[in-house]
């Protein structure tokens, strides 16, 4: 069964620095991999995807994320991090072994900005 | 234009209750899918509905129950509670036509079993 690590439970950036934030699946073939941010008291709201081609996906915001097969991986990245980016990151793989849309998600990695 | 809209915002339940949670749709999607937000974990998928008919479900049990309307609006049900079904119920909407179909999420309903 498809699954999603996010390593990271919470990680502090200073704003203006950058940001990776990292996650690992596990599925057989070429995934769909999604990358959603959820604030306090909103839904989730999709930064980017991959389902093929160029393994670099550019995202709103300004995130953007690689997927590179060798390592199981598709890490968010930001060149600056606003105060405005602090939220909880989530990563999921869409579970493409069912005939039906099925998210599997990590448990989120929640970013914190100082000033 | 609307996002996806859930009701109510907030919902208190004592053990055993029954309750029932509401999403409509973005205009022109055909499916609503909902998903279970536990404190501090990602969301779980529990079903995905398209059409009016349930097309998957997680593993959840059977008092989790759902149905779509012909306005594609749905709701989901929950009987004889517990006190672990206390999260955030997500609702999703998608044209549902394909895998890679962005799904947008409603802001959620905060359930809490007492």
């Known amino acids: 069964a498809q699954s999603v690590t996010q390593p990271d439970i919470h990680i502090t950036v200073s704003e203006g620095a950058s940001l990776e934030l990292r996650c690992n699946y596990s599925?057989?073939?070429?995934?769909?991999l999604f990358w959603y941010v959820q604030s306090p008291g909103q839904g989730l709201q999709l930064l980017l995807k991959y389902f093929s081609g160029d393994t670099l996906v550019q995202g709103i915001k300004g995130f953007e994320a690689e997927f590179k097969r060798s390592q199981s991986s598709f890490n968010l990245r930001k060149p600056s991090v606003h105060w405005s980016d602090a939220a909880e990151y989530f990563c999921a793989v869409g579970d493409m072994n069912t005939g039906f849309q099925k998210l599997v998600f990590g448990t989120g990695t929640r970013l914190l900005v100082s000033p | 234009d609307a996002g996806v809209t859930q009701s109510p915002t907030h919902l208190i339940k004592t053990r055993g209750q029954h309750v029932t949670l509401r999403c409509s749709p973005i205009?022109?999607?055909?499916?609503v899918s909902w998903y279970q937000q536990v404190l501090g974990q990602g969301p779980q998928f529990i079903f995905q509905y398209y059409e009016k008919e349930e097309r998957g479900r997680g593993n959840f049990p059977d008092r989790f129950s759902a149905r779509q309307f012909p306005n594609y609006s749905s709701e989901l049900n929950v009987n004889a509670l517990l006190l672990g079904d206390s999260a955030l119920y997500l609702c999703?909407?998608?044209?549902?036509?394909?895998?890679?179909?962005?799904?947008?999420f409603g802001p959620g309903t905060r359930l809490t079993v007492l």
């Open positions: 999703a909407s998608s044209f549902g036509r394909d895998h890679g179909d962005e799904q947008f």
């Open positions: 205009s022109g999607h055909k499916s």
């Open positions: 599925y057989g073939a070429t995934p769909y």
